[in-house]
T-cell receptor, first 111, second 113 residues
Framework: GENVEQHPSTLSVQEGDSAVIKCTYS??????FPWYKQELGKRPQLIID?????GEKKDQRIAVTLNKTAKHFSLHITETQPEDSAVYFC??????????FGSGTRLLVRP | DTAVSQTPKYLVTQMGNDKSIKCEQN?????MYWYKQDSKKFLKIMFS???????INETVPNRFSPKSPDKAHLNLHINSLELGDSAVYFC????????????FGQGTRLTVV
């Protein structure tokens, strides 16, 4: 089955700097890769997603890149703000429609 | 209107008890899921239902059983609760079971004492 690995587990950046979170997946049949943000005590919420026919997608300060050959995808947050502090999860949807999550990255943006 | 709602939000119970968590979605989605989030924040899929049919059954103990009276509801029953069952349980739904956003409920924090 699908296995998703996520790094780093914690990330601390200064406000205004960029943050990058990386994930790898194992199932080459996976074709949908969402990213979720979970604030303390809240539910995970989708922030951006990418499908296998696209290499990069951007939404304001957030961008995601996908390399299907290497089976890895990354989240980039530019001009970070304190409200970006949260736990971020990558995920991959495998061929049996299971949404498998990475282990999460705790991002802290220092003001 | 809440898209995916689950009740209760908090549940404290003793070992050995049987409990249920309810989930309802008003998005018209075809697929609903249950996830378990442990203290380390790992989100692990437990079950998935598509049009009232179980399509995924992860290797969870058979003390856990999903029940879906219709495609808008997916309840989770847990028998003989154990200390290790303490976690936050999230219900979620998505359209067509894949390649689309999964919407999560607010979570149920289960504490077994």
């Amino acid at each position: 089955g699908e296995n998703v690995e996520q790094h780093p587990s914690t990330l601390s950046v200064q406000e205004g700097d960029s943050a990058v979170i990386k994930c790898t997946y194992s199932d080459s049949a996976s074709n949908y890769f969402p990213w979720y943000k979970q604030e303390l005590g809240k539910r995970p919420q989708l922030i951006i997603d990418i499908r296998s026919n696209v290499g990069e997608k951007k939404d304001q300060r957030i961008a995601v890149t996908l390399n299907k050959t290497a089976k890895h995808f990354s989240l980039h947050i530019t001009e970070t703000q304190p409200e970006d502090s949260a736990v971020y999860f990558c995920a991959a949807m495998d061929s049996s429609y299971k949404l498998i999550f990475g282990s999460g990255t705790r991002l802290l943006v220092r003001p | 209107d809440t898209a995916v709602s689950q009740t209760p939000k908090y549940l404290v119970t003793q070992m050995g008890n049987d409990k249920s968590i309810k989930c309802e979605q008003n998005l018209g989605h075809d697929t609903m899921y249950w996830y378990k989030q442990d203290s380390k924040k790992f989100l692990k899929i437990m079950f998935s239902y598509n049009n009232k049919e179980l399509i995924i059954n992860e290797t969870v103990p058979n003390r856990f059983s999903p029940k879906s009276p219709d495609k808008a509801h997916l309840n989770l029953h847990i028998n003989s609760l154990e200390l290790g069952d303490s976690a936050v349980y999230f219900c979620a739904s998505s359209q067509d079971g894949g390649n689309t956003e999964a919407f999560f409920g607010q979570g149920t924090r289960l504490t077994v004492v």
